[in-house]
């Protein structure tokens, strides 16, 4: 497959930036959003609805379920890859948004091979156990999945980038709070969807009842993703990016090879305190994801289809805090103070989530969630904003793949950390609420401990000693 066509004169005129480009209006940004929306859609396809149904309905061991589902987040160096790419080889004649659309073809194809495999491997778990038949779909499937996470590092890396392109640090919250907030759009629409499209299914429904509406579900959903892509990102690079006129250098025939780009994320202080502070906030974001749902079928004996639609309170909560953040809290605090100030409040928030399984009633479950996701909003607002700061123009695709990297890692071993951590909250205690509430204390340490780590960055010291190590790394590969 080719990597771009720049032999076609109109294609050469697009990137020479002779005039200067328009900025961004609401409308765009709304737009760019749909392509979030499509993510947050499949984000709760994968991780709202096939963990429950590995766990729950195929009784796949949740250690054993949730490290399959996080090869989709251990492919993360890839992004490292992916965003270089996106800096140096044009691909359809587009520098950010050729691969957004390879990567969403690979997103839902990967994704509708993935559930057939997981019908294969409950299939044969149930008929002859944990054989080495078993073990062989149980391989397959982590392999499908894997390739699922590089689609979506093949599409989201290069549409972070694509952000940095086309803004400046004076309107690049607003356009994260827009786009950020149609992701979490993106994650309640899809919960409400899955809730009516599973709507028939019960508690104790059958396996093949459970496989024709979760079959449905995957065409349905994934058809509609791929429109939403390209409606999101059709003529915005063309018109808006500014990515070759802020490079001091041209380096479209210049190749920063993997040493060399990991050499940049390491040459300055300030990138690996802020590495570290990504990881850790993210798991303490995500230690609860892959055993949200089987929270709601065990403590709260939800069905799938409302242990899915338990996503669209996190979704909503988030909603208003990312909108909060991004027209409030960041103008008003400071992106700092914003991410600090959530990153407490997340802390807080677990203690309700706690409490609320010793109710019973899915209703306390669900203003927590709401409460939790607000305090997400804020978080998320606060550290998005600062990451887009915490770039270079002559490689930012690198730098926003290094971010997306750590997050994604984290997000990987969140989610095996929080199948472990369940299990050993069952070995410790009896009482079923007391075992999520190990894992969901957990999950509020991780935040206090960020708020340390976050203390430590500096932007200021971070933009001066990155540009050093760029300027140096650029004349190496040049030499």
């Not at 890839?78 to 969403?104: C, E, N, V």
């Not at 997103?107 to 008929?127: E, F, H, P, R």
């Not at 309640?188 to 459970?210: C, P, R």
């Not at 079923?432 to 509430?437: E, P, T």
Request: positive net charge.
């Amino acid at each position: 497959m080719t990597t771009g066509d720049l032999s076609r004169p109109e294609l050469n005129r697009s990137y020479s930036y002779d005039r200067a480009r328009p900025k961004v209006r609401l409308l765009t940004m709304i737009r760019l959003g749909f392509f979030q929306m499509g993510l947050g859609m499949m984000s709760v396809m994968v991780f709202g609805v096939l963990n429950r149904v590995l766990i729950r309905e195929l009784a796949v061991p949740s250690t054993i379920a949730t490290v399959i589902l996080a090869l989709t987040l251990f492919v993360a160096p890839a992004r490292i890859i992916f965003g270089q790419l996106s800096d140096t080889k044009p691909l359809f004649g587009y520098y950010r948004t050729g691969y957004i659309w390879l990567g969403a073809a690979g997103l839902v194809t990967n994704a509708w091979i993935a559930v057939q495999v997981m019908w294969q491997l409950g299939a044969s778990l149930k008929a002859v156990g944990w054989a080495l038949p078993t073990y062989g779909w149980a391989g397959l499937l982590g392999f499908i999945f894997a390739l699922y996470g590089l689609s979506v590092s093949l599409c989201s890396t290069p549409f972070a980038t694509l952000l940095v392109d086309i803004t400046d640090e004076d309107d690049r919250s607003r356009l994260v709070a827009v786009d950020w907030s149609m992701l979490i759009g993106g994650t309640i629409v899809g919960a409400i969807t899955i809730g009516v499209l599973l709507k028939s299914l019960e508690i104790n429904a059958t396996i093949a009842q459970v496989q024709t509406q979760i079959d449905r579900l995957f065409i349905i959903i994934p058809a509609i993703v791929v429109l939403l892509t390209f409606f999101a990102t059709w003529g915005v690079e063309r018109k808006y990016s500014r990515f070759a006129s802020r490079v001091e250098k041209p380096i479209e025939g210049s190749h920063l090879s993997l040493g060399r780009a990991l050499g940049i994320l390491t040459a300055s202080r300030q990138t690996q305190v802020f590495f570290t502070f990504l990881v850790v906030m993210t798991m303490g974001l995500f230690i609860q994801d892959p055993i949200l749902e089987t929270y709601g079928g065990d403590v709260f004996a939800l069905p799938v289809g409302k242990t899915a639609t338990l996503n669209a309170f996190w979704g909503t909560g988030t909603l208003l805090g990312l909108t909060a953040a991004g027209f409030w809290f960041v103008p008003k605090m400071g992106k700092q103070k914003t991410a600090r100030l959530g990153c407490m409040l997340v802390a807080a928030s677990m203690l309700w989530v706690i409490v609320s399984g010793f109710t019973h009633n899915p209703v306390f479950l669900q203003l927590a969630l709401l409460l939790f996701g607000i305090c997400s909003g804020l978080v998320t607002t606060g550290a998005i904003t600062l990451m887009l700061d915490l770039t270079v123009p002559e490689t930012a695709g690198t730098f926003i793949g290094a971010w997306g990297l750590s997050q994604a890692l984290a997000k990987g071993f969140a989610t095996i950390f929080g199948g472990a951590a369940l299990d050993i909250g069952k070995s410790l205690f009896t009482d079923i609420v007391l075992a999520y509430g190990f894992v969901f204390c957990l999950q509020a340490l991780a935040m206090i401990i960020a708020v340390k780590l976050l203390d430590r960055v500096n932007v200021r010291e971070f933009q001066t000693s990155a540009k050093d190590a760029v300027k140096a790394v650029i004349a190496a590969e040049v030499d």
